[in-house]
């Protein structure tokens, strides 16, 4: 199993501004990704970070609103920017060791609300 | 396009009851079928993953089955108890994004004493 921590645990932002999520897993895993949960709503992918290269992304969700880097097999950065209150939501980072066939493990999550 | 319900929404039981949660999903071609706990103010807790090829997962108190063709699953929960409380989350592996989970809106249970 993995275990995975996220920071921060929550924050409370400004429109306009960014905000950086951190992810760190305790040993190195194949994949990892990035979900958020809306209020009220379940999870939804926003991208699969990839170590050493740009992230793919789903629909619905861009690279410049949501930059993710991967710089190692252990760690990621998921960053909100120009925030609105649309993006107030629970952000979760996971992993998964052989992809597709694997359990996956979560994060806390990130608690953003943006006023 | 994978569509994942879940019903009930919610669920309130006595202690000690036996209990089935139950999760459908559109689209068979699936890698694995996973349930999740979550609860308030936390992450995801994996409980149970079942591949494609397999019918079902026993792990203490908890099972789960898979119905592939029928595009069903069920979780079986014996004697409740009240820290099983939680929103059960089902989620499918659709293959999709090298690993990508497609979740049900979840089912809030709570256990009485």
């Known amino acids: 199993s993995a275990v995975i921590s996220q920071k921060p645990s929550r924050d409370i932002c400004q429109r306009g501004t960014s905000l950086t999520i951190q992810c760190q897993v305790d040993s190195q895993v194949t994949m990892m990704f990035w979900y958020r949960q809306q209020p009220g709503q379940s999870l939804t992918l926003i991208a699969t970070?990839?170590?050493?290269?740009?992230?793919?992304?789903e629909s619905g969700f861009v690279i410049d609103k949501f930059p993710i880097s991967r710089p190692n097999l252990t760690f990621s950065t998921l960053t909100v920017s120009n925030m609105s209150p649309e993006d107030s939501s629970i952000y979760l980072c996971s992993a998964t060791g052989q992809g597709a066939t694997d359990t996956q493990y979560f994060g806390p999550g990130t608690r953003l609300t943006v006023l | 396009k994978q569509e994942v319900t879940q019903i009930p929404a919610a669920l309130s039981v006595p202690e000690g009851e036996n209990l089935v949660l139950n999760c459908s999903f559109t689209?068979?071609?699936?890698?694995?079928l996973q349930w999740f706990r979550q609860d308030p103010g936390k992450g995801l807790t994996s409980l149970l993953l079942i591949q494609s090829s397999q019918r079902e997962q026993t792990s203490g108190r908890l099972n789960a089955s898979l119905d592939k063709s029928s595009g069903r699953s069920t979780l079986y929960i014996a004697a409740s108890q009240p820290g099983d409380s939680a929103t059960y989350l089902c989620a499918v592996g659709d293959g999709g994004s090298q690993g990508n989970l497609i979740f049900g809106k979840g089912t809030k249970l709570s256990v009485k004493p």
């Open positions: 689209d068979s071609a699936i890698y694995n």
């Open positions: 970070a990839n170590q050493g290269s740009e992230a793919t992304y």
